[in-house]
């Protein structure tokens, strides 16, 4: 089975071709580098993406702005907004808090992307 891709690794944005056998991905081509080749393999079997989002902060104008400290499943992402968006927080906030753990059962944690003192 050819599974037809986009990279995302860089402005470049390769157009890749992954053949896959049996749920394996046995060739990649049409990437730029080797990073084309490793974002094949993993959006194949195991598509992630980056979550990020703002946490309103009751009383306050500004939202809290925060993000999953790695690529979460894809399939996880509604789940997570939806986690995020139900969040309460404490401040002070510092850059790099965990506000959320092991968000949607992911083991990922969601964090602050900036500092919130007051
Ligand atoms: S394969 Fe390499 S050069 Fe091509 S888009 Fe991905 S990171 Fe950029």
Redesign the pocket.
Known sequence: MKHELT????P???R?TATLDDGVVTSVNG???A??VT?ARQECVDPRRMVTSLIPIPGHRRPLSVKTAEAIPKGSIASCLDAIHNARVQLPVRIGDVVLSNVAGTGIDVVATADYLQ
């Open positions: 990279c995302i690794g860089c470049k944005g390769c890749m990437q730029g580098c990073r084309g974002y």
